[in-house]
């Protein structure tokens, strides 16, 4: 066996485990599960690229770093306005100001109906907001891997995280109901 072989091989071992987080993280900030897959490939092949660079004892917030900017870079080109974290603060306080029996088939179609809304609000939020959610709440990584994928620091990754929770809220807020008159 070459050594080569044996990178792969580690590789293989390590990473190729985390292909659901990655998939789910593109998915996600990407918002199609096609291009998703190409931007899960393109990441890949950056991360073989440079896995001998590697020297954590993690590699899922390794591999989520790269996917996050491969998605990035992909929106980038395609859809730059969602990526401009600069009118990130003004963005957000418009939009709160707007804003401002488990077999049974009824309430499976209710748990159905919910989860659809809340993947439609969680889909609606900027894709600063978004990722440390999906980071967060859906791969459960600790603030601090969310941190290093992000690349900013912890507090702002705490202030992300409550701003899209509040942003959550909002859109998943029972509508007032309306009275017969």
Sequence with gaps: ????????????????????????????????????QDVVQD?????????????????????LAIVRNAALAWLGARRPAEVDFSELEHELDAALAIGAS??????LAIQR?????????IAALPVAFREVVVLRELEELSYRDIARITDVPI???????SRARNLLAVALRPAPARTLS
């Design 1 to 36: 066996m070459n050594v080569a072989d044996d990178g792969q091989g580690r590789f293989a071992a390590s990473v190729l485990p985390h292909l659901d987080a990655a998939y789910n993280l593109a998915r996600w900030l990407v918002r199609d599960a096609h291009d998703a």
């Design 43 to 63: 990441a890949l092949v950056r991360a073989l690229r440079h896995f001998d660079g590697f020297r954590g004892t993690d590699p899922r917030p390794w591999l």
């Design 113 to 121: 109906a919910e989860r659809r809304e809340i993947d439609a609000a």
């Design 155 to 161: 507090g702002t990754v705490m202030s992300r995280l």
């Design 102 to 107: 488990a077999n049974d088939p009824e309430t």
